[in-house]
Structure formats: structure tokens, C-alpha cells
């Protein structure tokens, strides 16, 4: 009889492990799922009306800071923005951002959703489509030609110990648009600009080495002077 009650007892202690042990393991399975983390490169390839298309490319850096390049898929450069990103307490993605170059010190706020390995645009100034970007390898810089107006030549200050460089007043595209111009601050290898002309050229530029970026992240070489009449 008392071996009979001692089976018994061993049989109950079993049966309560193994249901320890049960819920034990959905316990754990359930706290080891986690979002995957923000910071990477994401791009998105975009219709565009006026253009081939319209290539986004989003970096967010541990650091919280952010990059994002429009690249119209044309003669002109890159839309570079900067600005920070930091995530909500709902999880979203909030950035904010200005224009490099534009003299605009406005910033323009985004809200993203992260889902997966994507990032959704939760406005709507992307139209109908909207926009998502997925995450991947951020590609190497590559070369594009550009198409540049220059106006005049100047001697800019590349700043404390980098001495000064011959820069430009330029335009960028087919067509010259108003009154406005830029500055691009390098030289273009091979041209040669003569006071009281305006120039038309098509322009190779070239990634620098990442070790000499100090000076500019590009180096400018003529392909090509497309037009040159006198300034008005």
C-alpha cells in the first residue's frame, strides 16, 4: 500500500513539470520576437512627370542622424537632404529634414511605419501609390554626366588649411530656369571660361576617393561644350 501512494506521488510531480515546462517555453517564445532595427539604407524607384523617373535613397545612422537623396534620373544632380530621425513611442519613424544648398533653413517632417524590412510613408504628399522604401545595400557612387549653364568664374575659399579653387556659377539641365544660380565650388578639368559668355556643357562627374573627400566630394571633368553666346 505504501509503495502504491509513493508511485502515485511521483506520477503528479511528472505531470506538474512537464506543464511547468510547457508553459515555461510559450512564455519565452513570445518575448524573443523583436522589430529589426532602423538604421541601414533604404531606396525606392518612383514615376516622375517631368523626368525618367525619381530614385529615393533614405540613410539612417546609429548616430540618428539622416540623409535622403532624390535623384531625378537625369542631367542634374542629386536633391541632397539632411537632418535627424528618432523613433516614437508607437514605433514609427520620425524625421526631420533640410535641403543642402537651398538657403532654406524650413525643415520638412516625414513619419514612416516600419514594416519588416520596409519603411511606409504615413502622408500623403507622394501621391495616390505613396511611398515605400525597402531596405538593401547601399550602392557604391557611381559617375553621371551632368548638363551645366556657368555664368562666371570665381575664386572660391575651400575653407581653413584647403587654400582657394576656381568655382562657377552655374545652372543645371536642359533648359536655363529664371535668375537663379547655384555655385559649384571645383573646377571642371579641360574647360575653359572667357568673361562675358554664357556656356551650355555636358559634364562627367566623377566620385572621389573616400580618403581625399576633404576637398569635395567630386571631381568635374568637360565631356563636351554644347554652346557658348555671349551674356545679355
Avoid at 78 to 103: A, C, H, P, R, Y
Wanted: glycine letters at 10%; a negative charge; hydrophobic letters at 35%.
Amino acid at each position: 500500500m505504501k509503495q502504491h501512494h509513493i508511485m502515485m506521488l511521483a506520477g503528479a510531480l511528472v505531470f506538474a513539470a512537464c506543464q511547468n515546462s510547457t508553459k515555461t517555453a510559450g512564455k519565452d517564445s513570445t518575448e524573443v520576437i523583436q522589430t529589426s532595427p532602423a538604421e541601414g539604407y533604404y531606396e525606392a524607384s518612383l514615376a516622375a512627370a517631368s523626368s525618367p523617373g525619381r530614385l529615393i535613397g533614405l540613410t539612417l545612422r546609429p548616430t540618428n542622424d539622416v540623409e535622403m537623396t532624390t535623384d531625378y534620373l537625369n542631367a542634374t544632380p542629386e536633391i541632397i537632404q539632411m537632418g535627424n530621425w528618432s523613433t516614437l513611442d508607437s514605433g514609427k519613424i520620425f524625421i526631420t529634414l533640410v535641403t543642402v544648398g537651398s538657403g532654406n533653413p524650413d525643415k520638412d517632417t516625414l513619419i514612416f511605419r516600419q514594416d519588416g524590412e520596409s519603411l511606409r510613408y504615413t502622408g500623403t504628399d507622394y501621391g495616390t501609390d505613396g511611398l515605400t522604401l525597402t531596405k538593401k545595400e547601399k550602392p557604391a557612387p557611381a559617375n553621371k554626366e551632368l548638363v551645366v549653364w556657368v555664368k562666371a568664374e570665381e575664386e572660391c575659399d575651400r575653407g581653413p588649411g584647403f587654400g582657394k579653387t576656381k568655382c562657377y556659377q552655374v545652372q543645371y539641365g536642359d533648359k536655363m530656369m529664371g535668375e537663379t544660380w547655384d555655385k559649384l565650388m571645383e573646377p571642371i578639368e579641360g574647360f575653359t571660361f572667357e568673361k562675358g559668355n554664357i556656356y551650355k556643357l555636358r559634364v562627367n562627374r566623377i566620385p572621389r576617393d573616400p580618403k581625399i573627400q576633404d576637398v569635395g566630394a567630386y571631381e568635374y571633368k568637360l565631356v563636351e561644350v554644347v554652346s557658348k553666346e555671349k551674356a545679355k
